[in-house]
């Protein structure tokens, strides 16, 4: 039987805060070329948290796929190496995974520091903490993570959310054709699917990779009903387990933040759609 993370945690001097030693900070790129990365790249996965237990078992996943793993152990030192990754050019090949309860700055701020920075803000987040607080993925989930889970968790339910972020953000990377088209306008919002933007009367909106994605589906079908199966598959995939809770709470938040421009509609019993407010 699988022991559970979140239990009994034993904190050892690894886990106090610190700058990232040699072998966990991303190198530069030797030259320019090496700036284009192959999406068949290793994917870069950063961990945020002081659990030791838990980064043993991302190292140990990593060592059997391509997979690198970066280790923080605050949220100043998360941003020092996001800020490197970025200036590396190597954000699209990047997932987060952080502890909602961190030294400095904690899950949130980070979460929060992420959407800000337009090269950062696709990236996927997954954010664990108390599975003591009812409220918790509701917060999180507002501030932009893109999945929450809550402690005590098993290995394989981590490792299960963590492969489905990366196969959401793969299938991102790739041109998906329900949504051809490169910029679409709805009134006063923008969405540009290149830059990974949304712009609500000429100010960047933004959004988490869930609700960036809930957008793009509205947008592009603006007047049309989209079923609640249609969503969930797109923010879960096909073997999705969620129900359609979770797919409400990533719409109240996108609705929130787009309150002055398209309005979205709930179709009781049948999925949402989204209208010009003009």
């Known amino acids: 039987m699988e022991e559970p993370f979140g239990k009994d945690l034993a904190w050892t001097e690894r886990d106090l805060p610190g700058r990232a030693t040699a072998s966990d900070r991303p190198e530069r790129p030797r030259n320019e070329r090496d700036r284009g990365r192959s999406p068949t790249e290793p994917t870069t996965i950063l961990v945020c948290e002081r659990d030791e ?32 990754l970025q ?14 309860d961190l030294p400095k700055q904690d899950g949130l701020e980070l ?9 950062l ?16 993925c509701v917060k999180i989930l507002n501030e932009g993570a893109d999945d929450c889970l809550k402690k005590p968790f098993s290995a394989r339910e981590l490792e299960s959310r963590i492969g489905a972020l990366m196969r ?48 793009v589906a509205l ?11 249609e969503l969930l598959r797109l923010l879960w995939g096909e073997d999705y387990e969620v129900g359609r809770e979770n797919l409400k709470v990533h719409i109240h938040s996108l609705k929130k933040k787009l309150a002055k421009g398209p309005t979205i509609e709930a179709i009781r019993g049948f999925g949402y759609r989204m209208k010009n407010s003009s």
């Open 168 to 215: 959401r953000r793969d299938r991102h990377q790739k041109k998906d054709p329900r949504h051809p088209f490169d910029r679409m306008e709805l009134g006063p919002l923008t969405v540009d699917t290149n830059r990974f933007e949304v712009r609500l009367h000429g100010k960047v909106v933004r959004l988490s990779y869930k609700e960036f994605q809930l957008c």
């Open 87 to 100: 200036a590396d050019s190597i954000a699209d090949f990047l997932l987060i995974v952080t502890d909602f």
């Open 111 to 119: 979460c929060r520091f992420v959407r800000s920075q337009p090269a």
């Open 53 to 84: 237990k838990l980064k043993n078992l991302l190292r140990q996943h990593a060592a059997h796929s391509s997979i690198r793993i970066l280790s923080a152990h605050d949220g100043d030192e998360a941003i020092w190496m996001l800020r490197k």
């Open 121 to 136: 803000n696709s990236v996927p987040i997954l954010m664990v903490g108390d599975g003591t607080d009812p409220d918790l």
């Open 219 to 229: 947008v592009s079908r603006f007047d049309k009903m989209v079923p609640y199966e």
